[in-house]
């Protein structure tokens, strides 16, 4: 009752009157440590979202330094609001009580908004052109004001989240250790394809562009969980959205979505893109997300004591032997993770 009342008297206090009777219902949450209550109904409703007092500003997951002065929701979300991208607005924050009004979206997500098929790929043609058109923004105006520009996807992250993976992905869920001469080779790969992928350029990157976090309200779509933004290549937030572990394309679609992206990135920045590099690079960087996503999904699982991404664990996979199919290069690294996880088998 004390967490329902504080609820109300937040929405009342970034509304301008109190909302006494307003109904109150939990929204089922994600990964994070962040909890969602919607205050109200439709027509009139508001979303809440309630912090840990004790929580850090940081990423959950690895990153460098010391934690943000500023909470880095409302920090990513004042530069992505000043590039005119549509983000949830923000009627009030209340640092103290770890709490935050938000407009409320209602619940139709980019992924829900995809069944039937029948819009699919209306919706994927906006999300792409919207990721390209902010990425070219980006590159233009960049801020170091904004939290994003002053952390990257740099060669010790890649490296740690592909141990993620082995820890987790490999060794928790085959039950097995990989043998010293096996570690080493996993060692020296893993670095190797960190030290490719760092030497991109890197420019503003969502860091989780995908279907669960576009919401669809009123014809427009919302892009939300942004707090994680930092330095990238331009095919990460690519991934993330075509290579999602929540809607499964096929590669012909997701081949012509690639060539949409190019074409309104170079529209909007003028620049010319080569295409064959540009998927060569996104094939890559499709096995070290997706290894790095299904050692997440298995560590939320045991250390979290939420098994409700498990279900993804295959698609995860299945980009996977996919992009190792288009890179023979790596194929020794396929042959030896196949030994522990069999589904990446070519």
């Known amino acids: ?24 219902k939990k929204l089922k949450g994600d990964a994070s440590n962040r909890s969602y209550y919607r205050v109200g109904a439709a027509p009139e409703s508001w979303v809440v979202m309630v912090m840990p007092l004790d929580a850090t500003k940081k990423s959950e997951e690895a990153t460098k330094g010391e934690p943000p002065k500023e909470l880095p929701f409302v920090n990513v979300h004042r530069y992505l609001d000043k590039l005119g991208v549509r983000v949830p607005r923000i009627l009030r924050y209340d640092e103290p009580a770890g709490m935050m009004v938000l407009e409320d979206l209602s619940d139709i997500t980019f992924e829900s908004a995809l069944e039937g098929g029948k819009h699919r790929e209306a919706l994927y043609t906006r999300a792409v052109d ?4 902010l ?71 969502h860091r989780d562009y995908q279907s669960r976090n576009i919401m669809v309200k009123e014809g427009e779509l919302v ?18 959205l ?46 070290q997300r997706k290894l790095k996503d299904a050692g997440r999904f298995e560590f939320i699982n045991r250390v979290k004591g939420n098994p409700g991404f498990l279900v993804s664990i295959p698609a995860s996979l299945r980009y996977v032997r996919d992009a190792f199919a288009r890179k023979p290069e790596l194929r020794k690294l396929q042959d030896l993770v196949a030994k522990y996880v069999p589904e990446l088998a070519a």
């Open 1 to 24: 009752m004390e967490l329902e009342a504080a609820l109300r008297d937040q929405v009342g206090q970034a509304i301008g009157r109190p909302v006494p009777h307003a109904a109150i």
């Open 130 to 133: 919207l990721l390209a058109r």
């Open 135 to 205: 990425r070219a923004q980006a590159e233009k105006h960049q801020d170091p004001e904004c939290l994003a520009f002053t952390r990257a996807f740099d060669e010790d992250l890649y490296d740690w989240e592909l141990h993620h993976f082995r820890e987790w992905g490999l060794e928790a869920w085959s039950g097995k250790q990989p043998t010293a001469a096996e570690r080493t080779e996993l060692d020296s790969t893993f670095r190797s394809i960190a030290k490719q992928l760092a030497a991109a350029p890197r420019g503003f990157t």
């Open 223 to 240: 892009v939300i969980d942004f707090q994680d933004a930092l330095q990238g290549p331009r095919q990460y937030d690519l991934v993330a």
């Open 242 to 287: 075509l290579r999602d572990s929540y809607v499964e394309l096929d590669r012909n679609f997701v081949d012509g979505m690639l060539d949409r992206y190019i074409a309104t990135f170079q529209e909007a920045s003028g620049e010319r893109i080569d295409a064959a590099s540009f998927k060569s690079f996104f094939d890559l960087l499709t096995i």
